[in-house]
C-alpha cells in the first residue's frame, strides 16, 4: 500500500487544451494515478495552464514527457545505406540537409531505423538499403518547452513527437497485442490509421504491425469546425464554440455548419491512407480517432463514409486500470478521447 512506483505525466501542450496524465508503474502494470485537463483562454498563456494543472491534477510525479507538432517539427521517411545505429545517427546529419527545410545549425535531429519495412525490402533486391524515420525540430521549441516546464518546477524527461504519441498509446493500451492476435496466421500485413484531430490540427500515424510506415499533419481542426460555425450562424467564436459543444439540441445545425470541414478533412485522408496502401502494400482495415476535435457531431460517421474503411472512436481508457480514490473517473472518462497524447506520453514511465 505504501509502495510507490515509478510515475510520469504525460503533458499534452495542445495549441488550445493543456491534458497531463499520471501513469505509476505497479509492478510491471501501468495505471492512470492523476489527471487535469486545462482549457488555455484565447489570448491566455500555457504556462498559466500547466501550473494550474498541477494544482488539480494531485500529481506524484514531477518529471514529464511533452511534445512538440506544428510547423516546427518535419518527420521523414527516407533510405539510407544499412548502417549500425550509432553510424546512421553519424552520417543523418550529412544526409538531412535533403529533406529537412531548416538550417540544419537551428535544429535537432533524431532517427530510427524502421524494423518491419527493412525485412521487406530485405526480401528483394535492393539490400544494401534501410528505411529509416528522421525527426527534425526547431532547436527554439524545444528550448521553449523545457523552460516551460523548468518554469513551472517540473522536470523534462524526453520530449515526443504528437504522431509517435499516438503509436505508444496504441500500444500501452495493449492494441498492439490484439492486433498481433488477430494476425496470427493470417500472414496478411494489415495497417491502421490513428487519427488525432486536435483544435488547430489533425495528426495521422499509420502502424503495421505496431510500427509507423507514414504520418503526416493536416492543417485541419476542431478551430476551424468552430469558425464554420460562427460564420453559418452568425456567433462570436467563443459562442459558437460553446454551441458546437452543446450537444443534442443543435445538432442539426451543427453538423450543417461543420460539413464542408468535415468533407475536407476526410478527404485529405483519404488521399494519405490510399497513397499509403499503393506505397506500402498493406492494406489500412481500420481507422481509429481521437482528439477533442473528433467529439463533433458526425465526423467518425464521415470519415468512415468517406475513406471506405471502418472508423471507430478511440477510448483509450479501454485495457487501462484507474486509480479511482484519486481521479474523477466521470471527469476522465468524459475527456478520454482527448487523453491519447498524454498517455503515449507518458507511457514512456517504461522506460523512465
Ligand atoms: N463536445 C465537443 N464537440 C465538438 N468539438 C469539441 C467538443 N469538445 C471539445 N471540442 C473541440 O476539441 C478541440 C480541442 O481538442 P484537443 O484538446 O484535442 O486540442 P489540442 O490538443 O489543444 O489541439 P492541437 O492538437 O491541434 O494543438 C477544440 O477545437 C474544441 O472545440
Ligand atoms: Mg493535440
Known sequence: MFHRGKSVVGLDLGSQVVKAVEITLEGPEPVITGFARVEIPPGGDRAAAVAEAWQRGKFRARS???SVAGPSVVVRYLQMPKLSESDLRQAIRFEADRYVPFELTECVLDCQPL???AARSGEGAKEETMP????ACLQQAIDEQIALAQ???LQPLAIDVDSFALANAWELCGLSDEAAAALEGSGEERAIALVDVGASRTQINVL???ETCFSREIAIGGADMTQAVARRLGLENSDAEAH???GAEAEADIAKAI???????????SLSLDYVENHEGVRVEEVLVS??????????AQIEQATGRTTRAWNPLQGLRVAAERIDIAELEHWAPTLVVALGLAARVRAA
Open 115 to 117: 524494423a518491419r519495412r
Open 132 to 135: 529509416v524515420v528522421l525527426v
Open 259 to 269: 460539413g464542408p470541414v468535415l468533407e475536407d478533412l476526410s478527404n485529405e485522408l
Open 64 to 66: 514529464v514527457v511533452t
Open 208 to 210: 503495421v504491425g505496431g
Open 244 to 246: 458546437k459543444r452543446s
Open 151 to 153: 518554469g513551472q518546477n
Open 291 to 300: 482528439g477533442g476535435g473528433s467529439l463533433a457531431p458526425g465526423l467518425v
